[in-house]
């Protein structure tokens, strides 16, 4: 029995136990209670969050993960969150971590679920090992994506981070940390496998199973911070209907074309690189990333952000720049009355990305360890740009322009 085979068979176990022991300390259990043990933290982030945008002809929402969008009527949906983060010393070298998320996802509800799970053993200082459900980090910062008061922003930029509906893996990593020249250089390598869903339209993509893996390479150097990262996702799953039933139907006339749509043992693969900077009052952020798929379904695309904030006391006010494009493969089965049937366009176009928002912003830390935000994104791109917009309002008269009005509390103890 290999690795993960013996991790899968014991991950039900460990993530129950996770689930177990965050609600003991929400309900204030005697090991919750014992405020005087140094090794066990309880922690907890959330936030409460409306946004509306004003275009009823099609939907938003923060990445591809949630299954309905908002669109010009307040909604508290797509940014509200609670967490909980459990952390126990059992040693000085192993560290037992667990954290318990409910959030608008990928079933239309928010029904708890278990981000973190796991062991984390330093077997000294510059080389640790992690072992359990850990955050993705396919992209900087991306495993703190759910923690609203480690943002500057609202939310992560949507363009940059809207492709990505997975966000932890049951696996494990290694890390590597050397001090080169004056600054400090670190490495990191994980491997998993993803037992998520996404939707697609009304249906849901199985992502478990799907085997993660990747590196990247980190470098610190005063109050910047550089990283490059790889990572790649095998897929086993085919995309639902009503995409297998036109790959069905194409099959039996054109069995090459229909199995360059399919995504069962098609690989996607991420490519990154970013920048922080943050001394001060100033605070700069610059990102990015390519998405590369090996089926002819899902385009492949470019995408990148710019964001900079000034601190003045208790505010901050912000302002950012993001944009994506992505470029149709050109799928066809070389029969023009084939191709240009309306059901094969239009699964070609709904992968399609070419746009770019211009955000601004301010954040107010009026007390220590919570954070008012209020920002406008203003999506500016083309009408058949509609990878990124959940189905529930979509509409011929999308002109491409949206403008999202967001408020959010966020705090963290």
Known sequence: ???????????????????????????????????????????????????????????????QSQARGISDHWS???????GVQVNFRATDSVELVGQVLSRYGAHGDFRPEVAWAFARYDVNPHLALRVGRLGTELYMLGDSRHVGYSQLTVRPPNDFYGQLPFYHLDGADIAVTVPTGPGLLRAKAFYGRSDEVAPVGDEKLDLDGNMIGGAYLDYQLGNWQWRATYAWMDLK???????????????????ATADAMGLKGKAARFYSLGAVYDRGPLQFQAMLGQIRHDNALYQDSTAGYLLAGYRIGQLTPYAGYSWVRSKDKGLTTGNPFVDGLVQIEALRAAFHLDQKTFTLGARWDFRRNMALKAQVDMIRGSPESIYLR????????????????SLTLDFAF
């Open 1 to 63: 029995m290999n690795t993960l085979d013996m991790l899968s068979g014991r991950r039900s176990r460990l993530l129950r136990s996770a689930a177990v022991l965050a609600a003991a300390c929400l309900l204030g259990s005697p090991a919750a209670a014992d405020a005087g043990d140094e090794r066990f933290t309880v922690g907890a982030f959330g936030t409460l969050g409306v946004a509306r945008t004003d275009n009823a002809d099609i939907g938003f929402s923060r990445d």
């Open 76 to 82: 508290a949906k797509i940014d509200s969150l609670l």
């Open 237 to 255: 799953h085919d995309l639902p209907e009503p995409v297998a039933r036109a790959r069905r139907e194409l099959s039996l006339s054109f069995p």
């Open 390 to 405: 959940p189905p529930n309002s979509i509409t011929p008269q999308f002109d491409g322009r949206i403008n999202v009005f």
